[in-house]
């Protein structure tokens, strides 16, 4: 999945940079509205985790802007202003959600996952398709009832994959979940992970639509 971060604090930046991305999103840092506002315009993103205290433009002028250029990105507003006032002007301008700083990293993955999950009209937070449960709070993953070892990148195309099962999803759109800023992509990444989830969930479980991508194969 892939993450926006807008944070001006270094400290707390890179500290939820680096936790999101040990958990296996690709998170992409920027420090100013301005650069927020253009990476939103230019970039598919999954979630948007963004400051209100920043410099230039402030975070509530971002979310407003973006809300009114059409953006449908789920957002989840950090900031130290925790009066009612402050988080009612932010979920008025189109926020999602709010989580006042100091927060815990756990609880902010938990709300990560909750977003996403409304993202797609999800209440359940597992994925169950043709066997195979996949739990994104644990990143466990069975089929027929065993347990599947996957890679980090293995699981968030499986997660993408199970979001929508039929609707497919272009390699092109793929690799932009699954990778951020300079991370290195081979031609055959995606072909090697989608050979990968068939080896371990059944050679049927995704198809391939020829010239468009992959899909979670529909229940029968």
């Known amino acids: 999945m892939r993450v926006l971060l807008v944070e001006d604090d270094l400290l707390i930046g890179r500290g939820v940079a680096d936790a999101l991305g040990d ?3 690709a998170v992409d840092w920027v420090r100013d509205g301005a650069a927020a506002l253009a990476h939103l315009a230019a970039t598919a993103y999954d979630l948007a985790i963004l400051d209100l205290g920043l410099p230039g433009k402030d975070g509530l002028t971002v979310l407003r802007e973006a809300r009114a250029s059409q953006q ?3 957002v989840l507003v950090l900031t130290a202003r925790d009066a ?4 009612v002007r932010g979920l008025d301008a189109g926020a999602d959600d709010y989580l006042v700083k100091p927060f815990d990293l756990d609880e902010l993955g938990a709300r990560i996952r909750a977003l996403l999950r409304r993202r797609v009209g ?4 597992l994925y169950r398709h043709r066997g195979v449960t996949l739990d994104p709070g644990t990143h466990e993953v069975t089929c027929a009832g065993q347990p599947v070892h996957l890679q980090q990148r293995e699981f968030f195309l499986l997660l993408a994959l199970l979001e929508r099962p039929g609707a497919v999803l272009s390699r092109e759109q ?3 979940k699954l990778y951020g800023w300079g991370d290195s992509v081979e031609s055959n990444t995606i072909e090697v992970y989608v050979h990968a989830l068939r080896k371990k969930l059944g050679a049927d479980f995704i198809r391939t639509v020829r010239g468009v991508g992959y899909c979670a194969t529909p229940a029968s």
């Open 23 to 25: 958990d296996g999103y």
């Open 72 to 74: 449908t990105v789920p």
């Open 84 to 87: 009612p006032a402050d988080r």
């Open 122 to 125: 999800r209440r359940d937070p």
């Open 174 to 176: 793929i690799r932009d």
